[in-house]
């Protein structure tokens, strides 16, 4: 067990609706990072957030957007929501703002777009 | 060219063999080295962090970078049952800000170890 949970595991949806994904890092983390794992794309950053404020991003489309809280856990909320989007949606932490260091992941939240 | 290949697979080997695995990448701006290990249904674990070339060995798994060829490898010796799981290399190039210290992860490597 890593430490990061994320809610809900599974999340079944239709095509242009709107999800939440949920992300508390361990204890002590201060940085969080999403991520998208599909079959054909691997895994692929999304976003990172430090101590409530947006770090670094990566591939993550417009339709997608990400905050984090003053009590550091993060959402990431996905909307006009399209099949290619069902993907294993993960949260890492870390306790540095710095990528190179150490990454814990969550166990993913699977999101089904019917 | 992706930016990180990885062989897919999948791998099977039987229980007592050496895996090797391996991962090649088109930046040469990276300088920090990772392999993940991810069980079916659960989020990837770090197994293996190097910074720039040489090796490094932890237990049964071994770490190779080779920054000249770029090109690196993950070695497990006496592999077992429980080792059957998708190995993901990944790495990044320095930064603090911007995408240069975002984390490029290969597709991963499945493998099966048979008992």
């Known amino acids: 067990d890593s430490g990061v949970t994320q809610t809900p595991k599974h999340l079944i949806t239709a095509t242009g609706q709107r999800v939440t994904l949920r992300c508390s890092p361990r204890s002590g983390d201060l940085s969080v990072y999403w991520y998208q794992q599909s079959l054909d794309q691997g895994l692929q950053f999304l976003i990172q957030?430090?101590?409530?404020?947006?770090?670094a991003k990566g591939n993550i489309l417009e339709r997608f957007s990400a905050q984090q809280f003053p009590d550091l856990h993060s959402e990431l909320n996905l909307s006009s929501l399209e099949l290619g989007d069902s993907a294993l949606y993960f949260c890492?932490?870390?306790?540095?703002?710095?990528?190179?260091?150490?990454?814990?992941f969550g166990p993913g939240t699977r999101l089904l777009v019917l | 060219q992706k930016e990180v290949e990885q062989d897919p697979g999948p791998l099977s080997v039987p229980e007592g063999a050496i895996v090797s695995l391996n991962c090649t990448y088109s930046?040469?701006?990276?300088?920090?080295f990772m392999w993940y290990r991810q069980y079916s249904r659960k989020g990837p674990e770090l197994l293996m962090y190097?910074?720039?070339?040489g090796n490094k060995e932890d237990g049964r798994f071994t770490a190779q970078v080779d920054k000249s060829s770029k090109y690196i490898s993950l070695f497990i010796r006496d592999s077992q049952p429980s080792d059957s799981a998708t190995y993901l290399c990944a790495m990044s190039a320095y930064g603090y800000g911007g995408s240069q210290g975002n984390l490029i992860f290969g597709k991963g490597t499945k493998l099966s170890v048979k008992p």
């Open positions: 190097t910074y720039s070339s």
């Open positions: 930046n040469s701006a990276f300088q920090y």
């Open positions: 957030y430090y101590n409530g404020e947006e770090r």
């Open positions: 890492a932490s870390s306790v540095v703002a710095d990528r190179r260091g150490t990454q814990y």
